[in-house]
């Protein structure tokens, strides 16, 4: 069997920045106890490592309290401006681990705030990254997440609007919303801020799948970027197989196949994927 292994799989910059963010505090806190404002990722795996280390995830803005003991870790995918804001309130340390890429949307959304613009974020409304943008864009910013929603758009046409992207975000799909968007006459600007690593992986991914009998996609289920790689492996290759890790692959799944692709979410260790690559190269 000819297994091939996609080059961009596995963590990309920010969050082996983020990551690593993490470790080291542990390093150079020794018993002091450290604490990350959500997960610093989406990968189980990475978080049940950092929790037998000593590290506690806080779920919401109604735990902050609890982290006066220690050090706040801001997770990879940023949060809106309150939390840093109330973390400066009760005097507790906090190291920002946000992905630059996502830094610069913040940015981008101060910005439009200050000159009175309304910004559309098109992205997972749900997903923390979108959140956080969010939180720093003020109250004239709307987040849009399908073809549909751009469809029922309605907003003031005396109104400057400016278009950002959640930076994991189906290329393909952004662009069928912009153009949805732009024929509606608005005084627009649109921002391309997916980050070019997710491209490439999507790319390379979508380029593996339609040329193998089978596709492994591994990453965590909560990953957004790893949903959107399996939605693009899957429409090219119709035997694709979503895991988090080896013990989810159905070994039979692959007894019929020559070719086999391997790619991975922005947030999976290395670890995982060497073991699925090494795995599916000995036994198949």
């Known amino acids: 069997m000819k297994v091939i292994l996609a080059e961009t799989a596995g963590f990309c910059f920010g969050v082996k920045r983020a990551v690593d963010t993490v470790y080291r505090q542990i390093a150079e806190h020794p018993g002091r106890k450290i604490y ?7 990968n189980a795996e990475v978080i049940r490592d950092m929790e037998a280390r000593g590290v506690t995830v806080l779920r919401g803005e109604d735990e902050l309290e609890q982290a006066k003991d220690g050090i706040v870790i801001i997770r990879s995918h940023g949060v809106p401006k309150r939390v840093c804001d109330r973390l400066e309130e009760l005097g507790i340390p906090y190291v920002d681990a946000t992905c630059p890429y996502v830094k610069k949307i913040h940015r981008i959304a101060m910005e439009e705030e200050e000159k009175g613009n309304v910004l559309i974020i098109i992205g997972n409304s749900d997903h923390p990254e979108v959140e956080g943008i969010k939180g720093w864009a003020g109250r004239d910013s709307v987040v849009v997440s399908t073809i549909e929603d751009a469809a029922g758009l309605v907003l003031p046409k005396d109104r400057k609007i400016c278009v950002v992207a959640q930076t994991t975000y189906n290329y393909n799909k952004f662009k069928d919303i912009v153009e949805i968007i732009l024929k509606k006459g608005y005084d627009i600007i649109v921002l391309n801020t997916i980050c070019n690593a997710t491209t490439e992986r999507q790319k390379e991914a979508e380029s593996i799948a339609d040329g193998v009998d089978a596709m492994i996609v591994v990453g965590d289920m909560h990953s957004s970027n790893t949903q959107k790689l399996f939605e693009i492996c ?9 895991i988090q890790t080896l013990d989810d692959l159905d070994m039979n799944q692959l007894r019929s196949v020559e070719t086999v692709g391997i790619t991975a979410g922005a947030s999976t260790p290395n670890k995982i994927i060497e073991e699925v690559q090494n795995y599916v190269r000995i036994n198949f």
């Open 234 to 242: 899957n429409h090219a290759c119709n035997n694709t197989y979503y």
């Open 36 to 42: 990350t404002y959500g997960p610093i990722i989406h």
